[in-house]
C-alpha cells in the first residue's frame, strides 16, 4: 500500500521538535510495513518555506537546517509533480479553499489510492466532512 504524507509530517521528521517522535515513529511502522511514501513535490517547497520561517523567528540554527535538509534528503519518499490540475482544482473547490495547496495532496492521494496522513487538525476536518479520508498524525502527548 501506498501513503501520502504532506509537509509537515516531513518537517516533524526532519526537525527535531514536539512532533518529531510521533513521525519518526510513523515513518518506521511505514517502513516496517513496507509501505511506500508519496508526497507532491509542492511537498519540498513548502518544506523550504517552514524551515526559513523557523530560521527567521530563531527557532532554529542554520546548522540544524542543514541537518534537517540531510534527514530530508535520506527519506524514502517520492516525490510527484501535479498530472491532474482540474482534479485538484475541483477537490480545492470542494474544500472550499482559494489555494491548490493541501488539495494537491489529497489529488494525489486519490489517484494513488493512498492514504494521506497529516499533523494539520484543520484540514483532517474539513476534507473528512466532504468525503475525503485524511489521517491525522497521533496527537503528542508528554510521558
Known amino acids: 500500500m501506498a501513503v501520502v504524507t504532506d509537509a509537515n509530517v516531513l518537517v516533524a ?28 513535490a509542492l511537498a519540498l517547497f513548502e518544506v523550504a518555506s517552514a524551515f ?4 527567521s523567528a530563531g527557532m532554529v540554527s542554520a546548522a540544524q537546517i542543514r541537518t534537517a535538509a540531510l534527514v ?11 498530472r ?3 482534479l485538484t482544482i475541483e477537490i480545492a473547490s470542494r474544500l472550499q479553499r482559494r489555494s491548490a495547496y493541501d488539495a494537491a495532496y489529497i489529488a494525489l492521494a486519490e489517484q494513488m489510492g493512498a ?29
Open 115 to 143: 492514504e494521506l496522513w497529516t499533523f494539520d487538525g484543520p484540514l483532517a476536518r474539513n476534507a473528512a466532512s466532504v468525503g475525503f479520508p485524511v489521517l491525522l498524525m497521533p496527537m503528542v502527548t508528554e510521558p
Open 13 to 40: 521528521v526532519s526537525i527535531d521538535d514536539a512532533r518529531s517522535r510521533v513521525a519518526q515513529e510513523k515513518m518506521l511502522e511505514w517502513a516496517a510495513a513496507d509501505e511506500q511514501l508519496h508526497a507532491p
Open 52 to 55: 526559513t520561517g523557523m530560521l
Open 84 to 86: 491532474d490540475i482540474p
Open 72 to 82: 530530508l534528503d535520506g527519506l524514502p519518499v517520492a516525490y510527484h509533480p501535479m
